[in-house]
C-alpha cells in the first residue's frame, strides 16, 4: 500500500470512526490497521478522545435564565422603539425604498443637471438680494461701524464714543443718575486735551509686549461689544443694550488686572491727567479674581429700544459676525444712515418720546447739551461688581472733595452750636 | 403551507392527548399560565385552562419548532419563551464547550437568543430552528473570540502557553485523583477557534456534518477536514491522556 502522510492518515482515520468512507476506503483502512500496530494505536486515541467528549459533562442548569432574557428583550424593545418610528420589520423595506427614491432622484438631477443648477443659482440669487434689501431697508444696523482699539480704549478708559469725525457729538455713559446709569448722546464737552490712543497708553504705561497682546485682543473684544450695543434703525430708531453702562468699569478692571503695580501708578497718573470718571486702586489682587467676562452680545438679547414716539424694551437676535461681513459691504449707506439718525438727535426729534407702561428704565427729556438721555437703573452690586471695585473706584475729583470738606465743617459746627446750648440749658 | 401544515399536525397530535376538541371549531392545546396563542386565520386556536396544565409540559415537547414560530410570527410573542426553554441549555453548553467560562456564557447566551428573537419575524424556514440558533451562537462567539484574542494582543498574554502549562500540571495528578473532564476542557481552549467550532458541533453536540457545513457556513469538505485536523491536534495535545486507555 502507498505510504500516506500523517495528516491524511488523520483525517481518514477521523471519518473512518465518523462511519462517513466509502466501502472500498473503508476496508483498505481496516486493513492497514490489521497490520500497522501505529496506526491501530492512532485510531485507539482518536476514538478514546471522541469518547471523552461525547461524555462532557453539561453545565448545571440556569433556573432563572428565561427571567433574565424576557428583562433584556423588553429592555431592547423599549430601546428600540425610542429611535425608531416604525416597527422593525419594516427596516428592510423602509431602506429599499428610500434607496430607491434616492437613486430616481439622483437620476432625475444628473439628467437635468443644468436646469438644477441654473435654477439653484437662480434662486440663491434672489435670496442674496432679499437679504440684502431686507437688512438695509428694516432691520438694525450698528451705530458703530468700526470701533477700532483707540475709540474701544476712549471708551473704557472715559466712558464716552465719538458719534462723529469732528467728536462733536458723543455717545457717554454717565454715572450721576442716584439710581443707576445714564446713557446719554449729546454734545462732547471741549477739552483742551488730546484723546487718549492706543499708542499713548503703551508709551506711558509701558506694558511688556504679552500684556500689550492681551490688551489688544480685550479692546478688539469690546470694539465688537459696543459694534452690538447700539444700533440704529431705519424709522428713527435707536437700539441701546442697557448693560453697556458697565462696560467701560469691566474693561478698566481688565486692563488694571493685567497691569504690574508700578505700571498701575503709571496707568493711574494717566487716566488723572484726562479727568477719567475712575481711578485705579494700586493694591495686590489676583487676576483670576478680578478679570471680567467679556460677552460678545446684550444679556439676553434685551434692548433698550427708542423711537420718536415711544420706549420699549425688546429681544433683538443679531448674528454680529454676518453684521460685520454686510457693513463691510455698504459702508458708505450705513455713514449717510448714522449721519441722518445724528441730525435727527440734534433736532430733538426725541424730546417727546412716551414710555410704554411696563418699561423698566427711565428715560429722561432732552436738554440743551443732551439729545438722548436713557436713565438705566441697576440692581444692589453684585459678587462682580464687587470684583470690580476692588480695583478701581470711582474718582474723587478735588472740587467735590473740597466741597464735601466744607460741608463736613459746617455740621462739625451746628454740632458743636447744638451741644454748647443743649449744656447752657 | 408550511405553516398550515405545522399547526394542523399539532392539532391532531394535540388531541390525542387529552386535548379538548372543539367539534365546530378545531382547537389545539397549550400553553402554561394565562398563556393563549391565537391563530385566527388559520381558523385555528390555542387555549388553555388550570387542568391542562399538567400535561402542557409534555405535550409541549412534541409540538414542532415550525408551529412555535409560526405563532410567534403571527403576534404572539410570548411563544418565544417555549424556544427559549427547550434550546437554552444546549446554547449554554455550546458556549461553554467553546469558551470555558461559567460566569460569562449566561450573559453571551442571552445575546444569542435577543439577535434570535430580533430575527425571527423574517425567519424562512429555509433550514431547522437548531441549525439557525447555533449558527448565530457560532458566529456570536466567533465575535467575542475575536475580541478576547484581540484583548489578549494588547495585553501581551499568551494563554496557549499558560493552558499547556495547566494540562500538564493536571496531567501529573495520579489517574484516580484527576479531573479527565476538565483537562479535556483545557485541551479544547487550545485549538484555533474554527478547528474548536467544529470538534464541539461534531463530537459533543453530536451534529452530522451536513448541519455543521450550514451552522459554519463552510463546504461539507472543509468541514471534514477540520474535525479531522482539530482532533488530531487535540489528540496531540492530550496524548498522555489518551495512551493510557487501553487499545
Redesign the interface.
Known amino acids: 500500500m502507498k505510504r500516506i502522510n500523517?495528516?491524511k492518515l488523520?483525517?481518514i482515520?477521523?471519518?473512518y470512526l465518523?462511519n462517513?468512507l466509502s466501502e472500498f476506503e473503508k476496508n483498505n483502512i481496516e486493513l492497514l490497521i490489521k497490520t500497522d500496530v501505529n496506526v491501530?494505536?492512532?485510531l485507539?486515541?482518536?476514538s478514546?478522545?471522541?469518547d471523552?467528549?461525547?461524555?462532557?459533562?453539561?453545565?448545571e442548569?440556569?433556573i432563572g435564565?428565561?427571567t433574565?432574557?424576557?428583562q433584556?428583550?423588553e429592555d431592547?424593545r423599549r430601546e428600540e422603539s425610542n429611535y425608531l418610528p416604525f416597527s422593525?420589520?419594516y427596516i428592510?423595506a423602509i431602506a429599499i425604498l428610500t434607496s430607491m427614491i434616492i437613486v430616481v432622484l439622483g437620476t432625475l438631477v444628473i439628467q437635468n443637471r443644468e436646469l438644477v443648477f441654473s435654477y439653484i443659482s437662480e434662486k440663491s440669487q434672489v435670496v442674496k438680494e432679499a437679504y440684502k434689501n431686507n437688512f438695509l431697508q428694516d432691520s438694525l444696523l450698528p451705530l458703530f461701524s468700526k470701533v477700532d482699539k483707540d475709540k474701544a480704549l476712549q471708551f473704557s478708559l472715559f466712558g464716552t464714543l465719538p458719534l462723529d469725525d469732528k467728536s462733536e457729538t458723543t455717545l457717554k455713559i454717565d454715572e450721576k443718575s442716584e439710581k443707576g446709569y445714564r446713557v446719554e448722546v449729546g454734545k462732547a464737552k471741549k477739552k483742551n486735551l488730546k484723546p487718549v490712543t492706543f499708542e499713548n497708553f503703551i508709551a506711558e504705561v509701558k506694558p511688556t509686549n504679552m500684556q500689550k497682546k492681551i490688551i489688544d485682543s480685550l479692546l478688539d473684544l469690546t470694539g465688537r461689544r459696543i459694534e452690538s450695543s447700539v444700533l440704529i434703525g431705519e424709522n428713527n430708531t435707536m437700539a441701546i443694550a442697557p448693560d453697556l453702562p458697565s462696560l467701560n468699569k469691566i474693561m478698566l478692571t481688565n486692563i488694571a488686572s493685567c497691569l504690574e503695580p508700578n505700571q498701575r501708578v503709571r496707568f493711574e497718573k494717566l487716566l488723572e491727567t484726562h479727568d477719567a470718571p475712575y481711578a485705579v486702586i494700586n493694591k495686590n489682587v489676583l487676576k483670576k479674581n478680578t478679570l471680567q467676562n467679556i460677552s460678545n452680545r446684550p444679556v439676553d438679547n434685551q434692548y433698550v429700544i427708542i423711537t420718536p414716539d415711544t420706549l420699549i424694551y425688546s429681544r433683538i437676535q443679531l448674528n454680529i459676525d454676518s453684521l460685520r461681513k454686510q457693513i463691510e459691504e455698504n459702508i458708505s449707506k450705513i455713514e449717510l444712515r448714522r449721519e441722518a439718525m445724528l441730525k435727527r438727535m440734534i433736532s430733538k426729534e426725541f424730546r417727546n418720546v412716551g414710555r410704554e407702561p411696563y418699561f423698566p428704565e427711565h428715560f429722561s427729556p432732552s436738554e440743551e447739551d443732551r439729545f438722548i438721555s436713557v436713565e438705566i437703573i441697576t440692581p444692589s452690586l453684585g459678587v462682580e461688581n464687587r470684583q470690580i471695585f476692588e480695583i478701581i473706584r470711582p474718582r474723587v475729583r478735588k472740587q467735590i472733595a473740597n466741597q464735601d470738606r466744607q460741608n463736613q465743617i459746617v455740621r462739625t459746627q451746628i454740632l458743636k452750636d447744638t451741644n454748647s446750648s443743649v449744656d447752657g440749658k | 403551507m408550511r405553516q398550515i401544515r405545522s399547526v394542523s399536525g399539532m392539532a391532531l397530535h394535540l388531541s390525542g392527548v387529552n386535548w379538548k376538541v372543539s367539534n365546530h371549531e378545531p382547537t389545539v392545546g397549550v400553553i402554561e399560565r394565562s398563556f393563549v396563542t391565537s391563530h385566527q386565520n388559520k381558523n385555528i386556536k390555542i387555549m388553555t385552562n388550570e387542568k391542562t396544565l399538567t400535561i402542557t409540559k409534555n405535550a409541549l415537547q412534541k409540538i414542532e419548532d415550525e408551529a412555535i414560530i409560526s405563532a410567534f410570527q403571527s403576534g404572539d410573542k410570548d411563544a418565544y419563551r417555549l424556544l427559549v426553554e427547550r434550546y437554552q441549555e444546549k446554547i449554554r453548553n455550546l458556549l461553554f464547550s467553546i469558551f470555558h467560562d461559567r460566569d460569562f456564557i449566561d450573559d453571551l447566551a442571552q445575546e444569542v437568543f435577543i439577535k434570535a428573537y430580533q430575527a425571527l419575524p423574517t425567519f424562512r424556514f429555509e433550514s431547522s430552528f437548531y441549525t439557525w440558533l447555533y449558527k448565530i451562537a457560532v458566529n456570536k462567539s466567533r465575535d467575542e473570540l475575536r475580541k478576547k484574542k484581540l484583548r489578549r494582543f494588547f495585553s501581551f498574554q499568551n494563554l496557549d502557553e499558560g493552558i499547556n502549562n495547566e494540562i500538564n500540571i493536571r496531567l501529573s495528578v495520579s489517574p484516580e485523583n484527576r479531573d479527565t473532564q476538565e483537562i479535556v476542557s483545557l485541551g479544547l481552549q487550545t485549538l484555533p477557534e474554527k478547528f474548536k467550532t467544529a470538534v464541539i458541533l461534531k463530537d459533543i453536540e453530536g451534529l452530522p456534518y451536513e448541519e455543521i457545513a450550514k451552522i459554519m457556513n463552510c463546504e461539507l469538505g472543509t468541514v471534514k477536514s477540520r474535525i479531522s485536523r482539530g482532533r488530531a491536534m487535540l489528540r496531540k495535545a492530550l496524548k498522555p491522556l489518551l495512551d493510557e486507555a487501553k487499545v
Open positions: 500523517e495528516n488523520d483525517e482515520l477521523s471519518l465518523d462517513s491501530a494505536k492512532r485507539a486515541q482518536l478514546n478522545l471522541r471523552l467528549l461525547m461524555a462532557k459533562r453539561k453545565i442548569p440556569n435564565f428565561w433574565q432574557l424576557s433584556r428583550i431592547t422593525r420589520k428592510s
